[in-house]
């Protein structure tokens, strides 16, 4: 492709930003409809209790208020309830135990911040005022906090589940992989808990709900990654209107990180109680503490993990058994996560022969958990990477060349579980980076440290996921609800100008800019003629949202596919003009062009006569330039890399600085490397906070979320962050074969790769073997004074 | 947040007046402790007494012998100020590192010393170099100010005019802050006057700042890390909380004091 200023491969600064950065954004929250209250929602103060009664009667009189509902209400208007839209089937065949979601507690709330009830009113005030004067009796019951207890618990989350247990699902040979072990030269067993994670976008999540009496439609503007999907799950699961009855937009939206996939009981509580309050539009907000509470969590695995490793130091099995915390209810796409999203990433880089994953998905009496940035990626690649790094040092070999011994080297590449890696070179990856970090001074570094009362460690991930989500036949097979394909319209306009219209959705990626970079290049236009229109459902026809990394491989793709359309078409109008054979007309950089001729038109003046329709047979080719697409990929794309870490480990309080950060990532061509590059800065931010900072804390015996606020709940600042200097970025390239932009996704590669690659550093430097996460001064101070004892 | 009368008396007279007449009244400073409380529904005080309005309520005064700061004096004021950092660096760098550029803008030192937070910074200064606490009534040792958590020796009613520290000969603080909130999840102040007596303030370890006798004992013997090498701190009556354990802050008091003998200055 053409490599012009602006097209593909520049590093465009983001259109979008100046709007944003300016206070130009129009997000949810900005937009005031006409007659709009506002919604208050009463939560369940308690992890898990029976609902005896709520009275109402007091907080209806209070000031301003203009309707109050709780769960009968919902029953009785016949609402459904909230899903999940993948069906996981356990080992022994049984389906999945999906406990009842309604929107509105029904006889039993299930987690502290539950919804119990709404309050709508004329202010924000009065509505929170109102719902504090709601009476509400409460059986409270026994409830259960932490994954590895759940199965043996006394409390009982849902009655479908009298274990708790949502599946037990498997995937791999197990008796190929017992026998691996049992032949294995070394084996290496660890524990592994992967903390739970509160996403916290810098918008919290918000809606308006409207609905219309005169056309008997609802309009919902909502804090989505997807709208059509949450058109779809509305109309066809809460049955609240068919799908051209209901307008989903979602605007202008601040960050999402999985959190903002799913649908949620507000939203949907917010349209449906419009109509019953005469159709005033209902507005709510979520503070950043309902935010703590009731948005979908992330990660939570407890894992018993091992890798057989035979006397030549080849991986030759690997043996996992997960718990998956799946908190309270199942959210939009849990079960995935711990599952199709996790266990086919088990075999990381590496040639392993033999692999089996067994998780016990369980009920708790906390928020949802569903994909957080990664999603399964990172708790797979948290145990492969902890596994191997563990595994060589007890065999005492170097780690990258512990690695380099295993890597996959001939592609593509069959794993036992499920992924076929189309491409990838790892070693080179894996030599860029030593090269980049200076691995081979690593030693006269930890000498300098050392002088300054420090410890200096060492830590490496290489890591591989599985993105650009997904073929459609494919995940149908393995439970997914819907097919995983996008869609595209391109609309040029008479003059020449461009709108795409994309089913992907941009909250921060800068969509705006890199799919303008695409029709730059391939039109010959401007990007500033380029408009992209997405998130509002009355003007997308159909389209499947943004995650996992599926919006430049899969969204793209569609887009690209549309622009071939309307190439061929104004191949055929420029020939008719320029009264030439269609195959001999040529497009290259904005100009049509006939093959041995001086003859040419700019593309511009191609689509005004598309248009004009005054010198081509309009029997033979139809007026307009308009085309459309749908895409529905061939497999994932894999994008892989090495990252490198070195921390700082204050010897007197354990005090952990990230020192230096390499990251060196295959993510095929990049549309853009200057976005390329904050998506994987931003990414490896998120895994340093997971790695040693983030950690969501229950109570265990009240329930209670003791991280509810910024306060306690430790957020990456950028002074967790190594020094820009010391955190370098370097990319490798083998260019996805699947779609012909040749790229893979690189969304969510830093959260994914840095966890294991701090946390083997924090190891190496302490000289411990196993540590949880997050790494906290007190954490590793812990188990610092552990070692001293233990030495003692 | 409630609803709430709001009043902004020009005297510390009328201040007084007003909170005694309201069903509920709250003094509020620069508000940054208070005002987050009462967002939360933790507080909701039917009247708020502001006191920044008043005349003379905030300043800072050198003497030879004693750094006067006025009780309406920003965190900012005392961290920008070229006359505190010559005599008292430490009081100086300590306000820097009170919470961000916001919270050092509006949140003041008699809001700190009232509010009494057990993580709060002023406090361990107060203790540390053992400042007196003037009120609209009268003069309180720091000594005898702080009496537990969130609790103080100020009556009903009483307002802080001002906090006067004494110049000691040297100074230090250190602070290793909570890693989420970056209050103090210990803190150490640390002065030692002309005649060599050292003062230990520590704060974020216990419900309440209090000084740490035994290492202002073995400092004003021999002021160096190797005089407290051998002081045991005991865990017992520390905080533990899910960012620290008592055993923890215990260890954190003597690595910062240990710091603290080094930085002395
Ligand atoms: C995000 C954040 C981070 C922070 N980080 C830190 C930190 O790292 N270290 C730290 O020490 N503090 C920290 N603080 C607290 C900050 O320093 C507060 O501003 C301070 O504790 C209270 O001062 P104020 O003037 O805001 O008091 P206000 O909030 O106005 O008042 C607090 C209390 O004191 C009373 N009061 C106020 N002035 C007087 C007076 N003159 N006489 C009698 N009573 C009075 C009020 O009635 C109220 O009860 C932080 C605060 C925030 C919001």
Redesign the interface.
């Given at each position: 492709m053409a490599d012009t200023n602006t097209g593909v491969g520049a590093s465009v600064r983001r259109k979008e930003d100046l709007r944003f950065i300016t206070g130009k954004g129009n997000y949810t929250d900005d937009i005031n409809l006409k007659d709009q209250t506002y919604a208050y929602f009463l939560r369940s103060p308690h992890a898990h209790a029976t609902i005896k009664s709520i009275n109402t009667a007091k907080a209806k009189k209070m000031p301003g208020v203009v309707g109050i509902f709780v769960g009968e209400d919902v029953a009785k208007d016949k609402l459904g309830g909230l899903i999940c839209g993948w069906g996981i089937t356990s080992k022994d065949g049984s389906g999945m135990k999906a406990g009842p979601h309604p929107v509105l507690a029904q006889g039993k709330v299930r987690y502290v911040g539950d919804h119990v009830a709404v309050v709508i009113a004329e202010t924000k005030e009065q509505a929170k005022s109102a719902a504090q004067a709601i009476v509400v009796s409460y059986g409270v019951l026994p409830h259960v906090i932490d994954a590895a207890k759940a199965m043996k618990s006394k409390a009982q989350v849902h009655e479908v589940a009298s274990d708790n247990r949502v599946f037990n699902w498997s995937l791999g040979n197990e008796e190929a992989t017992n026998a691996a072990f049992k032949n294995a030269a070394h084996v290496t067993s660890m524990d592994i808990v992967n903390n739970r994670l509160v996403p916290n976008a810098m918008e919290t999540r918000a809606a308006i709900g409207s609905y219309e009496n005169g056309t008997e439609s609802y309009t919902l503007y909502t804090t989505s990654q997807n709208p059509h999907v949450a058109r779809l799950v509305i109309s066809a699961f809460h049955g609240l209107a068919p799908e051209h009855k209901l307008r989903v937009i979602a605007p202008d939206v601040g960050g999402g990180f999985g959190s903002k996939i799913f649908i949620y009981a507000e939203e949907v509580v917010c349209a449906w109680a419009s109509k019953h309050i005469g159709g005033r539009p209902i507005k709510w907000t979520g503070d950043r503490s309902e935010a703590f509470l009731a948005d979908a969590h992330g990660r939570d695995h407890v894992t018993k993990a091992e890798m057989a490793i035979d006397a030549s130091g080849k991986i030759t099995g690997m043996r996992v058994h997960t718990i998956a915390a799946m908190g309270a209810y199942l959210s939009t796409f849990s079960a995935a996560v711990p599952t199709y999203l996790y266990g086919t990433l088990l075999s990381g880089q590496y040639n392993i022969p033999n692999i089996y994953v067994e998780v016990d998905a369980v009920y708790t009496n906390t928020a949802p958990v569903d994909a957080y940035r990664g999603a399964g990626r990172p708790e797979a690649t948290y145990v492969v990477e902890r596994l191997v790094e563990t595994a060589a040092r007890e065999l005492k070999q170097d780690p990258a060349e512990f690695r380099r011994k295993n890597f996959v080297t001939s592609f593509p590449h069959q794993t036992p579980v499920i992924m076929c890696y189309d491409t990838g070179d790892y070693a080179a990856a894996l030599d860029k980076a030593l090269e980049m970090s200076d691995y081979k001074n690593f030693s006269k570094r930890k000498a300098e440290s050392a002088k300054n009362g420090k410890l200096r460690g060492v830590g490496f991930s290489a890591y591989i996921e599985a993105c650009g989500i997904a073929p459609s036949a494919a995940v149908g097979s393995l439970g997914a609800g819907v097919g995983l394909w996008e869609s595209a319209e391109v609309r040029v306009n008479p003059i020449g100008t461009v709108e795409i219209l994309t089913g992907s959705h941009s909250h921060g990626q800068g969509h705006e800019t890199t799919f303008a970079q695409l029709v730059s290049t391939k039109l010959g236009v401007d990007i500033n003629s380029v408009s992209i229109v997405h998130g509002d459902t009355d003007k997308v026809q159909m389209g499947m949202g943004t995650y996992g990394s599926r919006s430049g491989a899969v969204g793209m793709h569609a887009i690209s596919k549309a622009l071939d359309k309307i190439e061929a078409k104004a191949k055929r109008v420029a020939a008719a003009c320029m009264e030439s054979s269609v195959d001999d007309i040529e497009f290259k950089d904005g100009t049509f062009t006939v093959k041995g001729t001086d003859k040419k038109m700019a593309f511009g003046e191609v689509a005004l006569q598309a248009y004009l329709g005054h010198k081509f047979n309009t029997s033979e080719i139809e007026i307009g330039l308009k085309e459309s697409a749908f895409h529905d990929p061939a497999n994932f794309v894999f994008p892989a890399g090495v990252h490198i870490c070195e921390v700082e480990v204050d010897m007197d309080t354990g005090l952990t600085k990230v020192a230096d950060y390499t990251a060196v990532d295959d993510f095929g061509n990049l549309i853009n490397p200057m976005i390329v590059e904050g998506q994987v800065q931003g990414g490896v931010a998120q895994g340093i906070g997971q790695a040693l900072l983030e950690g969501a804390i229950y109570d265990e015996d009240s329930g209670q979320l003791l991280t509810g606020s910024f306060m306690d709940y430790n957020m990456p600042r950028a002074a967790n962050m190594p020094h820009i200097e010391n955190f370098r970025l370097g990319f490798t390239c083998t260019p996805c074969p699947t779609n012909p932009m040749g790229i893979k996704g690189c969304g969510e590669a830093g959260a994914i790769a840095a966890p294991p690659a701090v946390m083997n550093a924090i190891t190496d430097a302490i000289g411990v073997r196993d540590l949880p996460m997050p790494a906290t001064p007190l954490t590793v101070w812990t188990a610092m004074q552990s070692m001293k004892k233990a030495a003692e | 947040?409630?609803n709430f009368n709001y009043h902004r008396p020009a005297t510390t007279a009328a201040a007084v007046a007003m909170l005694k007449k309201a069903k509920d009244g709250k003094y509020m400073a620069g508000g940054h402790t208070l005002l987050p409380t009462m967002k939360?529904g933790l507080a909701a005080p039917t009247d708020i007494v502001d006191l920044t309005a008043i005349k003379d309520f905030s300043g800072i005064k050198v003497s030879k012998t004693a750094v006067s700061i006025k009780a309406g004096t920003t965190h900012m004021e005392v961290a920008t100020s070229k006359d505190i950092k010559k005599v008292i660096p430490a009081l100086w760098e300590m306000a820097g590192k009170i919470g961000g550029v916001h919270v050092r803008n509006k949140g003041t030192i008699g809001g700190s010393i009232a509010n009494a937070d057990p993580a709060a910074d002023y406090p361990s200064a107060c203790l540390g170099l053992g400042a007196t606490i003037e009120t609209n009534k009268r003069k309180i040792e720091a000594d005898k100010f702080f009496t537990g958590m969130f609790e103080t020796a100020l009556k009903d009613g009483e307002i802080i005019t001002a906090v006067h520290f004494p110049i000691p000969k040297k100074s230090a603080h250190q602070k290793?802050p909570n890693?989420?909130?970056r209050y103090a999840?210990t803190g150490v102040f640390m002065s030692q006057d002309a005649k060599g007596k050292v003062r230990v303030g520590v704060t974020g370890a216990a419900a309440s700042a209090f000084r740490a006798t035994d290492l202002e004992a073995a400092l004003s013997k021999d002021f160096s890390a190797k005089a407290i090498a051998g002081v045991k701190i005991k865990p017992n009556g520390l905080l533990t909380d899910?960012?620290?354990?008592a055993a923890?802050r215990a260890?954190?008091i003597s690595?910062l004091a240990g710091r603290a003998v080094a930085a002395a200055k």
């Open positions: - | 947040m409630e939360q290793f890693p989420a909130s999840l899910m960012h620290a354990t923890y260890h954190l690595v």
